[in-house]
């Protein structure tokens, strides 16, 4: 009979073991049981093991051969079209809070990137800026503005977030300095705070939020009450909230009761 400790060893290393195979899909989307087995130095029965519990998590789905993200985390397209006007109303409100020299740093994501296009539209009274992101498409749309400084952030390709992540992206963010970080996010829960889908992109969040004066997430009502399986910061860190005005009653008290200021778009 195994004794405790080794029942506890063996399950922090399944965790790790399945953290890792999250890691190996957050960069390429789906992988190939095979590949992964290779990879990790396991048994194609071990990897099929994991992949079984990681699907009953609701972490991946299981397909012929391997496996693939939750479609809410692959399908950039669709979430780009979902709730676009509020976003882009979330993005106007949110464009009105950036100052003339500021140092920005801009999330990935499609809230982020409706705020994006109202950079590059050009900001009143606003002709020096700096913006730093890790996403692409956003780095290509403020590239449209001709004085505005943008700084893309390099590192390992995330194809399915459109953006860059890994060891090299957080040595870039940790030498820099931000008066205000526009921060997406996935879920808001108010035991789990905000809450994020792919972990890596939230290694970067965790660096951008400790270098920045001052941190405001921009994510829309229907974020409320959800929750992704990574925390990124507890409710009450963000200093500035801005959402769209579906936003239930209990979420604006909330909001209140932790002293954040919350914005809302109309």
């Known amino acids: 009979m195994p004794t405790p400790e080794k029942t506890t060893t063996d399950s922090v290393l399944a965790d790790h073991r399945r953290e890792l195979i999250l890691d190996a899909l957050a960069k390429g989307g789906q992988c190939r049981v095979t590949d992964l087995a290779q990879q990790f130095s396991l048994s194609p029965m ?10 009953e998590q609701g972490r991946l789905r299981r397909v012929h051969g391997g496996a693939v993200l939750v479609d809410s985390e692959i399908d950039y397209p669709l979430r780009a079209r979902e709730g676009q006007t509020q976003k882009q109303r979330i993005g106007q409100q949110a464009a009105a809070l950036i ?18 296009r109202r950079i590059r539209e050009g900001l009143p009274d606003v002709n020096q800026l700096s913006i730093v992101t890790h996403g692409i498409n956003l780095a ?18 995330y194809r399915n977030g459109l953006a860059t992540v890994g060891p090299v992206a957080l040595a870039q963010v940790g030498q820099l300095h931000f008066d205000l970080f526009f921060m997406g996010a996935r879920g808001i829960d108010l035991e789990a705070g905000w809450t994020n889908a792919n972990q890596l992109e939230t290694q970067l969040k965790h660096a951008a939020i400790e270098r920045s004066r001052d941190v405001c ?20 860190r963000v200093s500035a909230w801005v959402c769209d005005n579906e936003l239930p009653q209990a979420a604006r008290l909330a909001a209140d009761n932790a002293g954040i200021e919350l914005l809302i778009a109309s």
Request: glycine fraction near 10%; hydrophobic fraction near 45%; charged fraction near 20%.
């Open 140 to 157: 290509m749309e403020l590239a449209g503005h001709p004085a505005y400084d943008v700084h893309l952030i390099g590192g390992e390709l």
């Open 217 to 236: 997430a921009i994510a829309d009502s229907t974020k409320w009450g959800q929750r992704g399986f990574v925390s990124i910061v507890p409710f009450e």
């Open 46 to 55: 071990t990897v099929r093991r994991d992949l079984q519990v990681l699907e």
């Open 99 to 116: 100052r003339n020299g500021m140092v920005v740093y801009l999330d990935s994501g499609t809230t982020a990137m409706e705020l994006a």
